[in-house]
């Protein structure tokens, strides 16, 4: 009897000292330091901290009560090479599964950045530049510099190459960069990413956008889609209304179709930063590809970054008797089938 007892006290105490420590492991990964704190602590994981580094860092900013067991949870679940490098938002009152599932899925303080349709690569450059992300420099040498002609200067580098990763990029001349595919829409980016990754987000959501059905109405009309965001540039820039840029693109391609020059303002203004009303006859003559009422077709490349509701206009344009047009300085578009209405139009909206 003595030895039966002197075995299930034994039995009992290790018993116990397992029952403790697995409340020791529960409470250690399921209860927060702080249950009900709500202080937040930016917790940032370099490229290239390991498992361990990670975890001491944890304790040591006092979001975690034990690195070891925070180390044990996350090789019990596999995640250890998960754990991705950027700032994180923590708070004391997570517990560790909490705090895991967020390093291990990115889950990363991330920034807005909003590009606004009808935007330049100057535009986007100096956005990014006036937020502190990147250098103009930095964009312009990855998607190119505004109104470049590739095919002529060896003096400035070439763009970055993304068409191995975006099949439409390939219709895209090869004399120009990514002026007109960084999409305008709002990003949520982290602060890790490089001007590359951006970049890739935009492409990425540009070819979501430009739909399969947009695609074979593109391809149907015996069009390409370079030539389609080239046009929709021009609108974007020129007309305001989504009624009034389908009009103007039937103007345009009717223009293009019967061999007149294209003659927008607009793609002036990207090569000399003035407003429509500043233009000179001195700009009317300057020799660039970029230039409609020197050169006939359409210009270089696109002029910006068009939005959806113009690339839509330039794709199911309205046929139209008008061959002129002009937007008032209130934004509203003046269509005319001569150009003698036109000259009347441009006296007594613009007076000239």
């Known amino acids: 009897m003595r030895r039966f007892s002197k075995k299930k006290s034994i039995v009992l105490f290790i018993v116990g000292i397992l ?65 991705q490098a950027g700032k994180y938002i923590l708070t004391t009152s997570m517990n560790i599964p909490e705090i895991i599932n967020k390093l291990s899925t990115g889950d990363t303080v991330k920034e807005e950045i909003t590009i606004i349709e009808g935007w330049t690569l100057r535009d986007i450059a100096w956005y990014f530049e006036n937020k ?128 007149w020059p294209l003659q927008a303002d607009a793609t002036l203004t990207y090569l000399t930063g003035k407003g429509s009303l500043n233009l000179t006859k001195d700009d009317l003559k300057i020799d660039s590809p970029y230039n409609t009422y020197k050169y006939y077709g359409l210009p270089l490349g696109p002029i910006c970054n068009p939005g959806l509701e113009s690339i839509g206009a330039v794709i199911y344009y309205e046929e139209n008797s008008y061959w002129f047009y002009l937007t008032t300085p209130e934004g509203e578009t003046i269509f005319s089938e001569t150009l003698e209405e036109h000259n009347i139009a441009r006296f007594n909206y613009l007076k000239q």
């Open 19 to 83: 029952i403790l420590i697995g409340v020791w492991i529960g409470q250690g990964i399921y209860l927060p330091p702080r249950l009900y704190s709500e202080e937040q602590i930016v917790f940032n994981i370099e490229k290239g901290q390991g498992l361990r580094e990670i975890s001491a860092n944890l304790k040591k900013a006092g979001i975690i009560k034990s690195e070891v067991l925070a180390n044990l949870f996350v090789l019990v679940r596999g995640v250890q090479g998960k754990l």
């Open 132 to 259: 502190g992300m990147f250098a103009a420099e930095e964009l312009f040498e990855v998607a190119g510099f505004p109104a470049i002609d590739y095919s002529k200067t060896f003096e400035l580098p070439q763009p970055r190459d993304f068409s191995d990763e975006f099949e439409f990029l390939r219709e895209k001349s090869e004399k120009v960069g990514l002026e007109g595919y960084l999409f305008p829409d709002t990003y949520e980016i982290t602060p890790e990413a490089t001007i590359e990754d951006v970049l890739r987000k935009m492409l990425q959501n540009f070819d979501e956008k430009i739909t399969p059905e947009l695609r074979e109405e593109i391809e149907r009309k015996g069009k390409t889609l370079f030539e389609v965001i080239t046009m929709a540039s021009i609108l974007e820039k020129e007309v305001k209304t989504n009624e009034d840029r389908q009009i103007t693109a039937g103007i345009l391609w009717k223009r293009l179709r019967m061999g």
